[in-house]
């Protein structure tokens, strides 16, 4: 069991930055990929960055590549998502995610869909962090 909490979210200004912090509880954290996703009112979730156990290997929406970083710091069982540049799109609830380390980069379907950038095929949550950027 892993369980997730998020903190860091906020009120900002666009062109302002915002890190968020995923504490995760339990002794296999090191053994999870872990992913950062968003949801906006009436929107379905949208993966935003993911990140290999290891921190070796990380995986980025187009839309905030440039901008975002994801990190990790194994620990002390915690994953980050530095957010620069920020701008009223990004306003949304983000929640991190915890996806089996032997799932990274394998295709789910057809087109080759990643499995980091595909909701369902994460086993654990967070409750989720409000971000809201104002213009």
């Known amino acids: 069991q892993v369980q997730l909490v998020e903190s860091g979210g906020g009120l900002v200004q666009a062109g302002g930055s915002l890190r968020l912090s995923c504490a995760a509880s339990?002794?296999?954290?090191?053994?999870?990929?872990m992913g950062w996703f968003r949801q906006a009112p009436g929107k379905e979730r949208e993966f935003v960055a993911a990140?290999?156990?290891?921190?070796?290997?990380?995986y980025y929406a187009d839309s905030v590549k440039g901008r975002f970083t994801i990190s990790r710091d194994n620990a002390i069982n915690t994953a980050y998502l530095q957010m620069n540049s920020l701008k009223p799109e990004d306003t949304a609830v983000y929640l991190c995610?915890?996806?089996?380390?032997?799932?990274?980069?394998?295709?789910?379907?057809?087109?080759?869909?990643?499995?980091?950038?595909?909701?369902?095929?994460?086993?654990?949550w967070g409750q989720g962090t409000q971000v809201t950027v104002s213009s």
């Open positions: 995610a915890a996806l089996k380390a032997r799932l990274w980069s394998k295709n789910v379907d057809s087109l080759g869909t990643p499995a980091q950038t595909v909701p369902h095929q994460y086993d654990y």
């Open positions: 990140l290999s156990w290891s921190g070796g290997s990380t």
């Open positions: 339990g002794r296999t954290f090191s053994s999870y990929a």
